[in-house]
Nanobody, 123 residues
Framework: QLQLAESGGGSVQAGESLRLSCAASGGSAGGNPMAWFRQNSGKEREFLAAITWTGGDPSYADSVKGRFTISKDNVTNVVYLQMNKLKPEDTAVYYC????????????????WGQGTQVTVSS
């Protein structure tokens, strides 16, 4: 069974950067798009960014466009989320995800989630 594992979360000050990583194991996500989401308690899971399996055609939510960058290492098949100029409102649990369709636009397109990694940004 495919499993996704995020790493790289932590606590930072506003304006600083973090890079999240997502590694797949136990199955095959080959050919499937990959994405990052986040969720705060009491809120719906929010789409942040997505990328094709080959690492192309990135897409972003308006809330993170220009600050976050999604990328994929096609040798290790690790997906990254580089987060710059972090704000306190970026505080959330961040999830890696994949789905069986051609693209990921929202949570309905996802069939496998990672366990999440906490990002806390203080002012």
């Amino acid at each position: 069974q495919l499993q996704l594992a995020e790493s790289g979360g932590g606590s930072v000050q506003a304006g600083e950067s973090l890079r999240l990583s997502c590694a797949a194991s136990g199955g095959s996500a080959g050919g499937n798009p990959m994405a990052w989401f986040r969720q705060n308690s009491g809120k719906e899971r929010e789409f942040l960014a997505a990328i094709t399996w080959t690492g192309g055609d990135p897409s972003y939510a308006d809330s993170v466009k220009g600050r976050f960058t999604i990328s994929k290492d096609n040798v290790t098949n690790v997906v990254y989320l580089q987060m710059n100029k972090l704000k306190p409102e970026d505080t959330a649990v961040y999830y890696c995800a994949t789905g069986g369709g051609f693209r990921i636009y929202d949570a309905y397109d996802v069939d496998t989630w990672g366990q999440g990694t906490q990002v806390t940004v203080s002012s």
